[in-house]
C-alpha cells in the first residue's frame, strides 16, 4: 500500500515538531517535510521528486498566512489537498476557507487519532467536514437562495443522481464505482458532467448544491 505523504507549515515550532514525530511514527505516513515559514515550504516543494498528498497549515502566520498558502497551492500545485488548523478557529469561516481551496479546515486542539481520520478522508474523497460545519455553510448561504426555474434533479442524469448521493455520503470514488459496477474513470467522467451542468468548482460544491436543491435529504445521510 502506497503512503499517504504529508508536509507541514506551522510557526510554532514545538507543536511542528510534535506533529512531525507524530505523522512519522505512523505507518501509513510519509512526511516528507515540515518547516515554519510559508516561503520555505513553497521552496521546499520545488525539491521535491513527489509532491505531498496532504499540506497542513496553521492559519495564522507572520510570513504568509494560512489562506495565503491556500490560494497559492491551489493554483500552483493543485493536485495537493491543503489542510488548515488554527487556534482562532470559527465554524463560521469554514465556507470562506473551502472557497479560496482548503480540503478541510479544523481547530488545532482536534487529537491526533481525529487529526489522521481528517488526513485519510481528504486523501480518499477531496474534502472533509463534519456535520456541524455543513449546516453551517448551509446556513451561510441560505439567505442568498433563489428558488430555481427548473427541476434541478431533471438537470442530472439518473446515474448522476446515484453518484451525487453517495458523494454526500462519503464515498470514495473506488466505493463508488464497486457499489454501481462501473470503473473509476466513469465515475471521474460522471463527476466532470456534473461541475460543468451545475457550476459547482468541486466536491464540497457538488455537496451544497444538492442539499441547496433538495436532491438529497441530509437526515437520510449516516452519521459521520
Do not use: W
Request: aromatic share 8%; charged share 25%; proline share 4%.
Amino acid at each position: 500500500m502506497n503512503k499517504i505523504r504529508v508536509a507541514m507549515v506551522d510557526d510554532d515550532l514545538l507543536l511542528l515538531k510534535l506533529m512531525h514525530s507524530f505523522f512519522d511514527a505512523q505507518e501509513l505516513f510519509e512526511v516528507l517535510f515540515s518547516c515554519d515559514k510559508g516561503l520555505e515550504a513553497f521552496e521546499r516543494l520545488k525539491e521535491l521528486d513527489k509532491l505531498p498528498d496532504v499540506l497542513l497549515v496553521d492559519l495564522k502566520m507572520a510570513e504568509l498566512t494560512g489562506i495565503d498558502i491556500t490560494e497559492k497551492m491551489r493554483s500552483d500545485y493543485p493536485s495537493v489537498k491543503v489542510i488548515i488548523l488554527s487556534s482562532h478557529y470559527k465554524s463560521s469561516h469554514i465556507g470562506f476557507m473551502f472557497k479560496i481551496g482548503a480540503s478541510a479546515f479544523f481547530p488545532k486542539g482536534v487529537s491526533p487519532v481525529r487529526l489522521l481520520e481528517i488526513v485519510e478522508k481528504v486523501v480518499g474523497q477531496g474534502y472533509y467536514f463534519d456535520e456541524e460545519q455543513l449546516a453551517t455553510m448551509r446556513n451561510q448561504i441560505s439567505s442568498k437562495l433563489v428558488p430555481p426555474n427548473l427541476d434541478e434533479k431533471e438537470l442530472l442524469s439518473e446515474r448522476e443522481l446515484e453518484i451525487i448521493q453517495l458523494i454526500c455520503e462519503q464515498k470514495t470514488a473506488k466505493e463508488i464505482a464497486d457499489k454501481l459496477f462501473i470503473n473509476q474513470r466513469t465515475v471521474e467522467g460522471h463527476k466532470n458532467n456534473m461541475f460543468a451542468k451545475t457550476g459547482a468548482k468541486n466536491i464540497a460544491g457538488l455537496i451544497i448544491y444538492a442539499i441547496q436543491n433538495n436532491i438529497i435529504d441530509q437526515s437520510s445521510l449516516p452519521p459521520v
